[in-house]
C-alpha cells in the first residue's frame, strides 16, 4: 500500500502564492498519471490537474493559466505551484495517483488518495 501525504497548505491573501507537495512512501515510478484534486466545503471534488508519466499536464480551465503541476520522480514527490490565487480556490486539495492512466485527463481515476491539505484565500 503506497502511503501520500500533502503539506504546503495553509492561509494566503488574494493574489498570492502557495507551492503544495505530495510526498509517496515509495517510488512514485509505477503511477502512470498523478494528480491534485480540491474539494470546497459542501461542494464537489474537483479535479484541478493531472500529470502523466510522460510529463504531459492538464488543467481546469478554472486554474489554467496560474496553476502549474509537476512531478519529481527521483524525490518521490508532486507538486502544485500555485499562483494568483483567489478566494474561490478555497478547498482542501488531494493528491491522488493512478496505475491505470490513459492519458485523459477527465478520465483521471487514482488508486490511492492522500489525507488532504487546507487552502484558505482570505484578507
Known amino acids: 500500500q503506497v502511503q501520500l501525504v500533502e503539506s504546503g497548505g495553509g492561509l494566503v491573501q488574494p493574489g498570492g502564492s502557495l507551492t503544495l507537495s505530495c510526498a509517496a512512501s515509495g517510488s512514485i515510478f509505477s503511477f502512470n498519471g498523478m494528480a491534485w484534486y480540491r474539494q470546497g466545503q459542501g461542494k464537489q471534488r474537483e479535479l484541478v490537474a493531472v500529470?502523466?508519466?510522460?510529463?504531459?499536464?492538464n488543467y481546469a480551465d478554472s486554474v489554467k493559466g496560474r496553476f502549474t503541476i509537476s512531478r519529481d520522480n527521483a524525490k518521490n514527490t508532486m507538486y502544485l505551484q500555485m499562483n494568483s490565487l483567489k478566494p474561490e480556490d478555497t478547498a482542501v486539495y488531494y493528491c491522488?495517483?493512478?496505475?491505470?492512466?490513459?492519458?485523459?485527463?477527465?478520465?483521471?481515476?487514482?488508486?490511492?488518495w492522500g489525507q488532504g491539505t487546507q487552502v484558505t484565500v482570505s484578507l
Open positions: 500529470i502523466s508519466s510522460g510529463g504531459s499536464t
Open positions: 491522488g495517483a493512478s496505475r491505470r492512466y490513459g492519458g485523459m485527463w477527465f478520465a483521471m481515476v487514482p488508486d490511492y
